[in-house]
């Protein structure tokens, strides 16, 4: 759709071409050198306005009508490669969570261990599985004592394993996060 257009005082037609014995007003030029008017729109400046002008057309309407096939065949080249770092930056941030949340449930079982002076070990590793936002499947958690210089510590080892489905015996072991903690008691 596109706006009429009113004549500045007659001396500019809808062409925009100047008419013989016509007299610009003051300050503004009569545009007898282009076949449509300038936009006046200072962020369109390089386009011109009429009936030439070409309506954006959206980019998924302009694949769909797409006849030559190019565009199909550049999107399913690069299509995997950016569906795979996609779905990596996925997997990657999972791994930032899980790493994260298994660093939070052992500054807390530290800290429940400390303040409620608790030193039984089920007691602990139940406390760590509540705490721990992840899937429990894959968290290892083992709670021994040991003795340095005299003085008994508290140690609670949590590891987290992330195996990924997959042929390649790397990706079926896994990755191992862990985090460690020794206690005073």
Known sequence: MFRKRRHAGGWARRDGLRRSGEVAPPGR?????????RSGRPWRSDRCEGSMTRM????VRRFLEGRQGTTSIEFAAVSVPFFLMV????GFGYVGYLDNDLKH???NVQRFVLVKHVTDKATIAEFVRKDFLGDDDGLDIQVYETVSDGRRFLNVD???VIAFPGPIEVLREG???????MIPL
């Not at 990755?175 to 903690?181: A, N, S, T, Y």
């Open 175 to 181: 990755m191992r996060l862990e985090h460690k903690r």
């Open 87 to 90: 779905f990596g930056l996925f």
């Open 56 to 59: 954006r057309v959206g980019p």
């Open 105 to 107: 449930a052992a500054n």
């Open 29 to 37: 030029l009569i545009p007898d050198r282009y076949l449509y008017r």
């Open 158 to 160: 949590l590891a987290f």
